[in-house]
């Protein structure tokens, strides 16, 4: 195969790129992302023992059962940029759960509500702002389109650090993006 640059840019991929994105809104693709990465964060939050919630593997780490509660949490950042403009770190209402049945449950209704949200907006209220705030004061501000991209980094992130502490724990990895140590299986993402 041949392929052809233009500055620099390779025009084949461009033209698959286009092919596969350009059609759908961002918030589609948003939505598409978020499904693509709940059924392996919820696998990992299920293998997660309330027993082992104040585990940390350094004094300055956070707890096993912090990091489990923003890996349930941070797709409830999404509807709130989406519905409310911001997100104020002070007044934010985090959740608590602290048995692994309320941990699933709790990452159940915030993946709920991002979808929810993703799936009521459109690209032009994706290009209004978002804040975020500490007590009422503006650490900064950007539109939501590009917050919501890093808020789903975020999030994988974070549960590839809980993956980290599973394995400290002797907890089974669940597949992720593949087979790992513990599960050979390999499942198609959601689309």
Not at 8 to 31: P, R
Not at 110 to 120: G, P
Not at 176 to 181: H, K, L, N, Q, V
């Amino acid at each position: 195969m041949t392929i052809l640059l233009l500055n620099g840019i390779n025009i084949v991929t461009f033209s698959i790129v286009q092919t596969i994105f350009m059609n759908d809104t961002m918030s589609v693709y948003f939505l598409r992302e978020l499904n693509q990465e709940y059924q392996s964060t919820r696998s990992c939050l299920e293998r997660i023992p309330g027993g082992l919630f104040d585990y940390r593997p350094h004094p300055r780490s956070m707890t096993l059962g912090y990091l489990s509660q923003l890996v349930a949490e941070i797709p409830l950042w999404i509807s709130h940029m989406v519905v409310d403009g911001e997100i104020d770190f002070v007044t934010f209402k985090h959740g608590n759960p602290t048995t692994t049945d309320a941990l699933v449950d709790y990452f159940e209704n915030n993946i709920a509500a991002a979808r929810k949200a993703l799936e009521s907006t459109n690209d032009n209220e994706l290009q209004e702002t978002f804040s975020l705030k500490a007590n009422g004061q503006l650490l900064y501000t950007s539109k939501k389109i590009a917050d919501i991209g890093v808020t789903l980094n975020h999030w994988v992130h974070h549960r590839g650090q809980l993956t980290v502490y599973m394995r400290l724990n002797d907890l089974a990895v669940p597949s992720i993006y593949g087979p790992s140590a513990d599960d050979k299986n390999f499942t198609a993402p959601a689309s």
